[in-house]
């Protein structure tokens, strides 16, 4: 997936670099060489973490049982709603508009206001969420948890579901299962307490 800033849409290059495009009648070719109106597409995330692509007309696109893909439809229904994973990127570093996320001096708790990363391990679980684990000096890979004021911390014992989301620019917004995003501040401050995604929520990765 590419996101072009001119068109503030996104392009899906296939393993032979051709371009989705829309055909004439509605259906989705991997044909196209150049960047058209039509190779472009609209991403709308859903609450549970599955994504829909709207096409240049205007329609969703939809899987036919054949496994064809058509824009054709006005609504979104189960064969409008996909899945989006990352492949062949079993790790992640995330920097937001303060800093790298990081522990927390010694401890578990994690924070966004770091000048050094921290790896962070991607672990797919189902229906396209993640858990998110990373060594500590305390604990080694532990997982990521939300607790209960909104804060993040890495302790391993209860693992936090957590849906990631392709926005503008390929930044990543991380959200809890219950729709919070994962929101920085200046002073280091990170916690699951987006209602909306708003700059302090995205991160390049």
């Avoid at 296939?14 to 495009?21: A, P």
């Avoid at 993040?152 to 620019?169: K, M, N, Q, R, W």
């Amino acid at each position: 997936m590419e996101f072009d800033a001119e068109m503030e849409k996104w392009m899906i290059r296939s393993s032979v670099n051709k371009l989705w495009t829309l055909d004439g009648t509605g259906r989705i070719q991997a044909s196209a060489v150049k960047k058209s109106a039509d190779t472009c597409f609209t991403l709308h995330w859903q609450q549970n973490g599955q994504v829909v692509f709207e096409a240049s007309n205007g329609k969703f696109i939809g899987a036919k049982g054949n496994g064809h893909l058509s824009a054709l439809s006005t609504s979104v229904r189960e064969t409008e709603m996909f899945i989006l994973c990352l492949l062949n990127r079993p790790q992640l570093v995330l920097r937001g508009e303060h800093g790298f996320v990081g522990y927390k001096g010694n401890s578990n708790k994690l924070e966004c206001n770091k000048q050094h990363w921290n790896v962070i391990q991607l672990v797919q679980i189902k229906n396209g969420s993640y858990h998110l684990k990373g060594g500590t000096l305390l604990r080694a890979n532990g997982f990521w948890q939300v607790t209960t004021d909104g804060t993040v911390v890495a302790d391993g014992s209860y693992p936090t579901e957590f849906i990631l989301e392709i926005h503008e620019g390929c930044k990543l917004a991380i959200k809890t299962k219950d729709g919070r995003y994962l929101r920085g501040e200046q002073s280091g401050f990170f916690a699951a307490d987006g209602q909306k995604i708003v700059k302090g929520c995205l991160w390049e990765f």
